[in-house]
């Protein structure tokens, strides 16, 4: 279900379809119903399930410190860094990248940042549940 979890673009769209896919299939897996009325808390308790918003969002930080550590030029880091330029501009809002919720949670300088890996995974944990809450 999360497979290149990595690169998606989590909006809250997204992330509301992913939890209640998973809660239907923590449902599944205990045989319990929508008519049967327990709660989510207590179906995750049961489970002992984590959180699929926060497991992408976990996900996404350790891709994004692995592409900011690239050397060369690899194409994720083109891919990663690349901004359109030529020809005209759909109509709306311009599509969010990976890199745009980045910048969004860390700044500008995130990519150097991440050039040191154990600061990079000791400023995870408060970042990602900044991720979540604000995507």
Known sequence: MTYGCQTWSMTKAVGQKLRVAQRAMERKMLGLKLTD???????????????????????????AGHVARLQDNRWTLRVTEWQPRNGKRSRGRQARRLRDDIVKTMGNTWTREAKDKEEWRRGAEGLILQWIDGA
């Open 37 to 63: 009325k327990i709660s989510c808390k207590e179906i995750r308790n049961k489970t002992q399930v984590s959180d699929i918003a926060q497991y992408i969002a976990k996900q996404k930080w350790k891709w």
